[in-house]
């Protein structure tokens, strides 16, 4: 099936399961648009893509899904560029090794895997086309997440990278499903899905270490992004909204949280207080001690 005409946006692209996903979609026919942070990076990308598929159509925007209004920018971008989206994969993601705060003043992780991606589905949901498919690249760590939306915005005393990355992973997961729900009757699909354990640069140090004595139970950056490319291609998920994938199967979460309505709701309700979508009598942002008054969930 050809895909002419058809336009998907994918963040993250420079590496990983996301270059894979680019390059593909490119040879199914999609204009592909690249959100990336690195421009330059990109373009190595896009030269590389249109000397194995000369006919690609490729376009490249700036965009740090760890600073709001980089977001937003990009989102202006898009808006004023592309006529319509068929695809939107948010694929991009970190681990950050240390204790580090994006410039709005939040943990890292956590603005840049889930704060960064909700603001920017928000701003172009308008723009997805019928039977338009939103996917976001989670991970079967969602099950070790701990969502407690009252100290996201600062973890220093107590800040553990493979924590920060569960919990930024939950959100994934329980945004995907609340988005869904906003989304029902209008023909446009949200899905979320678990990629595979996948040899990528975001392996923990610890984890690169031991790399090669473990790869061969590992997933290659190809076979990583066979789900997420399922999800954007096949005939036989449309319609199918509201679902968390795992190797091409519909699965249920693992954690209770992520299939908790009130919690996803209550992250949803959090989400755009964070990120400026809804305004809150006296919080902008974080407050002083880190604790933004909200309530606890997971």
Known sequence: MTHAGQIALVTGTTHGIGRV????????????????????????????IIAEIPDARIRIVSCDLASLSSVRAAADVVRREVPGIDVLVNNAGIVSTRHRMSVDGFELTFATNHLGPFLLTELLRAMLRPSGRLITVASSAHLRG????????????????????????????????????????????????????????????????????????????????????????????????????????????AAPTARDIQAQEMLWAASERMTGLAAAPGISGPSPSGQAGWPRSG
């Open 21 to 48: 996903t680019a390059l593909e979609l490119a040879r199914a026919g999609f204009e592909v648009v690249m959100l990336c942070r690195n421009p330059q990076r990109a373009a190595v990308m896009r030269a590389e």
């Open 146 to 253: 701990r969502l407690d939306l009252g100290s996201v915005a600062d973890l220093r005393a107590r800040y553990r990278p493979v924590a920060a990355y569960d919990r930024s992973k939950l959100a994934n997961v329980m945004h995907s499903f609340a988005l869904a729900r906003r989304l029902e009757g209008s023909g446009v699909t949200a899905n979320c899905l678990h990629p595979g354990v996948v040899a990528t640069h975001l392996l923990p140090r610890w984890l690169q270490l031991i790399k090669p004595l473990i790869s061969p139970q590992m997933l290659t950056e190809k076979r990583g992004a066979q789900t997420t490319l399922y999800l954007a291609l096949s005939a036989q998920v449309a319609g199918v909204s509201g679902r968390y994938f795992d190797e091409h199967q519909r699965v249920q979460p």
